[in-house]
């Protein structure tokens, strides 16, 4: 299989043989203003109990309102994220440099000496890859209705970190795997491909 990027996703080249990738948005800016909208009122309504109970308007089993506020500012996080947060890859030979760039903020993981894994939430029975699912469910990721979760990771020995996968954007699991060829092309890193699909 010929590795592609996902639809959407821009390719150009950079210095030093690498590529520039950008990264195409999650969602519309629209559904991250809704989020933003709703972690203020989440946190406006944590903060108007809060001020009940210091005034005794309020009986103690209210404080556990309060834990609005951590929901609320999360909310808001994840909201300026989708928003205004941007995602930019410089791929080259034994280079992974993922830049997320928010508000002027900005965060770079680099990875050297990685490998690339594919992970598939239904069938896979290394422990390493449902420890591997594990965390990106928690980090944000979620099965598709009626169907099993495909997500590639890129892991090194400072740690670990999923991509892609088909909780993005309604993606195919096919999607999936040609990014991970495409990226194991352009590293030299090795793709490691789960049992079932080496069967297809």
Avoid at 95 to 107: A, C, D, I, P, S
Avoid at 186 to 199: F, N, S
């Amino acid at each position: 299989m010929q590795g592609t990027l996902p639809a959407g996703w821009e390719l150009k080249p950079g210095p030093e043989g690498t590529a520039h990738i950008t990264v195409a948005a999650r969602s519309s800016k629209s559904s991250g203003l809704s989020l933003v909208a709703a972690g203020l009122g989440c946190s406006a309504l944590a903060g108007v109990l809060f001020v009940s109970l210091q005034q005794g308007m309020a009986g103690w089993r209210g404080l556990r309102w309060t834990l609005l506020l951590p929901l609320g500012l999360l909310l808001v996080w994840q909201g300026l994220q989708v928003a205004f947060g941007r995602e930019e890859w410089r791929v080259g030979a034994d280079l992974l440099e993922v830049r997320q760039v928010l508000l002027g903020l900005r965060k770079v993981r680099r990875f050297r000496g990685a490998s690339l894994r594919l992970v598939n939430s239904a069938s896979s029975t290394s422990p390493r890859a449902r420890r591997l699912y594990r965390a990106a469910r928690v980090g944000g990721g979620s099965s598709r209705a009626g169907g099993s979760w495909w997500g590639l990771w890129v892991i090194d020995e400072s740690g670990k970190r999923c991509l892609y996968s088909t909780s993005r954007g309604a993606s195919r699991p096919e999607e999936v795997r040609a990014l991970g060829e495409f990226l194991s092309e352009r590293t030299g890193w090795a793709l490691l491909v789960p049992r079932q699909w080496k069967k297809r």
